[in-house]
């Protein structure tokens, strides 16, 4: 018998109060299948999905399968967000690299576009992993009011509230959250520090030399080692004349 949800409230009484946002240059592009016009448009919406979901998506990442599906309009949007969560590749990437809460922040962030309310909220969810698996986590994240009530079966989804009451953007959460938890990123080396010998200076770009100008050529010029004027190239006492006249012998050497 699996064990229910756990009540936990949000971290602020106006959390979940919806705001009035204008709409400015900090709003994010919504990527629905609903006003599709082109194949182009798809491809779109797709390079929007694993940029949520993966953050970067490389060819060998691509669920070529998921996609063709989801192009010929046998499964949803949401579907496809099901099947990219219980890929391989996210799997690899953010499930076997963390701890269950951290994983549940990563999902909360990715699937219903928003950080955690708390921690007891981080706890419930892992509960949920721990009783149902990472498949029945996922498909409870995507079957929740929440995420209904904001993606449906057609929008991507996406980070809600980036800018906040206060009038700062948020950070997003993919610099916010890095992949890899501490201790995976002390086995692998990382952050990494490196020294280097020489030191490099900055110069503003309109201070920098322009095409033909006499400092570009300053180096070259300084490296050169032109003979004192007025000496000749060849020393007389140094050439042996004896030897350097042709000698044609006898027998025609």
Known sequence: MAIPLLAYAPSSQNTRVKGFDVPNDDQLRIFSTDNLLSPADFDTLIGAAYRQIFFHA?????????????????????????????????????????????????CLNRILGRAPYSEKEKIAWSIVIATKGRAGFINDLLSSDEYLENFG????????????????????????????????????????????????????????PKAGSPANFL????????????????????????????YRGAGGN
Not at 66 to 85: A, H, N, T, Y
Not at 170 to 194: D, T
Not at 221 to 230: H, K, M, Q, V
């Open 153 to 208: 079966d057609s929008i991507v989804p996406y980070q809600r509230r980036r800018t906040l009451p206060s009038g700062s953007v948020e950070v997003p959460f993919n610099i916010q959250n890095p992949r890899y938890e501490s201790y995976h990123r002390a086995k692998l080396g990382f952050p990494q520090v490196i020294w280097q010998s020489t030191v490099k200076t900055f110069r503003a770009q309109e201070t920098a």
């Open 58 to 106: 490389f060819a060998a990442d691509r669920e070529i399968y998921l996609e063709s599906q989801l192009k010929s309009g046998q499964i949803s949007v949401r579907d496809f967000i099901r099947g990219l969560c219980l890929s391989s590749t996210f799997t690899a990437s953010f499930y076997n690299l963390n701890s269950n809460y951290r994983f549940v922040e990563h």
């Open 219 to 246: 180096d070259m010029a300084r490296n050169l080692r032109p003979a004192p004027i007025g000496s000749p190239a060849v020393s007389a006492q140094n050439v042996d004349f004896i030897r350097g006249v042709p």
